[in-house]
Protein backbone atom coordinates (compact mmCIF):
# COMPACT_ATOMS: atom_id res chain seq x y z
CA UNK A 1 0.00 0.00 0.00
CA UNK A 2 1.36 3.30 -0.99
CA UNK A 3 0.13 7.10 -1.38
CA UNK A 4 2.01 9.79 -3.12
CA UNK A 5 0.97 13.21 -3.03
CA UNK A 6 2.69 15.62 -5.12
CA UNK A 7 1.63 19.36 -6.62
CA UNK A 8 2.57 21.40 -4.25
CA UNK A 9 4.78 24.67 -4.82
CA UNK A 10 5.01 28.19 -4.00
CA UNK A 11 1.86 30.50 -5.40
CA UNK A 12 0.40 33.94 -5.05
CA UNK A 13 -2.97 34.63 -3.70
CA UNK A 14 -5.75 34.20 -5.55
CA UNK A 15 -3.71 31.38 -7.46
CA UNK A 16 -4.43 27.54 -8.19
CA UNK A 17 -2.61 24.60 -7.56
CA UNK A 18 -3.64 20.96 -8.38
CA UNK A 19 -2.44 18.25 -5.80
CA UNK A 20 -1.93 14.70 -7.20
CA UNK A 21 -2.60 11.49 -4.68
CA UNK A 22 -1.92 9.03 -6.20
CA UNK A 23 -2.66 5.32 -4.70
CA UNK A 24 -1.45 1.75 -5.25
CA UNK A 25 -1.69 -1.49 -3.64
CA UNK A 26 -5.21 -1.11 -3.46
CA UNK A 27 -8.61 0.65 -5.16
CA UNK A 28 -10.04 4.47 -4.20
CA UNK A 29 -13.11 2.73 -4.34
CA UNK A 30 -13.18 0.64 -1.27
CA UNK A 31 -11.50 3.16 1.08
CA UNK A 32 -12.41 6.98 1.98
CA UNK A 33 -8.95 9.03 1.43
CA UNK A 34 -8.39 11.83 3.33
CA UNK A 35 -6.35 15.27 2.79
CA UNK A 36 -4.97 16.79 5.64
CA UNK A 37 -2.42 20.00 6.48
CA UNK A 38 -0.47 20.59 8.91
CA UNK A 39 0.33 24.49 9.15
CA UNK A 40 4.01 25.76 11.34
CA UNK A 41 3.01 25.33 14.66
CA UNK A 42 -0.23 24.00 14.36
CA UNK A 43 -2.29 20.71 14.91
CA UNK A 44 -2.67 18.58 11.85
CA UNK A 45 -6.01 19.37 10.31
CA UNK A 46 -8.64 17.67 7.98
CA UNK A 47 -9.40 19.64 4.68
CA UNK A 48 -11.72 16.85 2.98
CA UNK A 49 -12.70 13.19 2.91
CA UNK A 50 -13.93 11.07 -0.15
CA UNK A 51 -15.95 8.26 0.05
CA UNK A 52 -15.43 5.03 -1.70
CA UNK A 53 -16.95 5.36 -4.42
CA UNK A 54 -16.81 5.17 -8.70
CA UNK A 55 -18.02 8.64 -9.12
CA UNK A 56 -16.33 11.29 -10.37
CA UNK A 57 -16.34 13.81 -7.97
CA UNK A 58 -15.88 11.41 -5.04
CA UNK A 59 -18.92 11.97 -2.52
CA UNK A 60 -16.77 14.43 -1.10
CA UNK A 61 -17.09 16.36 2.01
CA UNK A 62 -14.73 19.34 2.64
CA UNK A 63 -14.22 21.71 5.78
CA UNK A 64 -15.84 24.92 5.68
CA UNK A 65 -12.72 26.41 5.26
CA UNK A 66 -12.30 25.43 1.65
CA UNK A 67 -15.68 25.05 0.75
CA UNK A 68 -16.13 26.68 -2.75
CA UNK A 69 -12.80 27.16 -3.41
CA UNK A 70 -11.21 23.43 -3.11
CA UNK A 71 -12.62 20.05 -5.46
CA UNK A 72 -11.76 17.00 -5.65
CA UNK A 73 -11.68 14.87 -8.72
CA UNK A 74 -11.06 11.31 -8.88
CA UNK A 75 -9.28 9.75 -12.03
CA UNK A 76 -10.40 5.57 -11.39
CA UNK A 77 -8.62 4.85 -14.38
CA UNK A 78 -5.44 6.11 -12.99
CA UNK A 79 -6.26 4.91 -9.01
CA UNK A 80 -5.59 8.72 -8.19
CA UNK A 81 -7.72 11.62 -6.52
CA UNK A 82 -6.92 15.58 -7.20
CA UNK A 83 -7.31 18.30 -5.09
CA UNK A 84 -8.00 21.44 -7.29
CA UNK A 85 -7.15 24.06 -5.12
CA UNK A 86 -8.60 27.58 -6.11
CA UNK A 87 -8.35 31.21 -4.70
CA UNK A 88 -5.72 30.14 -2.43
CA UNK A 89 -5.08 32.21 0.97
CA UNK A 90 -1.77 32.97 2.89
CA UNK A 91 -4.08 30.66 5.65
CA UNK A 92 -3.73 27.80 3.38
CA UNK A 93 0.03 27.49 3.33
CA UNK A 94 0.76 24.12 5.03
CA UNK A 95 2.37 20.78 4.16
CA UNK A 96 -0.61 18.56 2.81
CA UNK A 97 -0.68 14.83 3.16
CA UNK A 98 -3.05 12.02 1.77
CA UNK A 99 -4.31 8.99 3.75
CA UNK A 100 -6.39 6.28 4.05
CA UNK A 101 -9.14 5.34 5.51
CA UNK A 102 -10.95 2.31 6.91
CA UNK A 103 -11.83 -0.30 4.75
CA UNK A 104 -16.00 0.80 3.94
CA UNK A 105 -15.66 3.65 6.15
CA UNK A 106 -17.08 6.88 5.03
CA UNK A 107 -15.37 9.41 7.32
CA UNK A 108 -11.78 10.07 7.67
CA UNK A 109 -10.90 10.62 11.56
CA UNK A 110 -7.30 11.67 12.20
CA UNK A 111 -6.56 8.57 14.74
CA UNK A 112 -8.17 6.37 12.07
CA UNK A 113 -6.12 7.02 8.95
CA UNK A 114 -3.46 3.89 8.35
CA UNK A 115 -1.79 4.68 5.61
CA UNK A 116 -0.17 8.39 5.23
CA UNK A 117 1.41 9.96 1.94
CA UNK A 118 4.65 11.79 2.25
CA UNK A 119 3.73 15.58 2.63
CA UNK A 120 3.66 18.29 -0.47
CA UNK A 121 4.43 21.78 0.51
CA UNK A 122 1.88 24.15 -0.57
CA UNK A 123 3.03 28.10 0.22
CA UNK A 124 0.67 30.89 -0.61
CA UNK A 125 2.47 34.02 -0.25
CA UNK A 126 2.97 37.58 -2.36
Known amino acids: VQLQASGGGLVQPGGSLRLSCAAS????????IGWFRQAPGKEREGVSC???????????IYIDSVKGRFTIVKDNAKNTLYLQMNSLKPEDTAVYYC?????????????????WGEGTQVTVSS
Open 99 to 115: ARGRLGATLCPLNEMGY
Open 25 to 32: GFSLDYYP
Open 50 to 60: TNPSRSSDGST
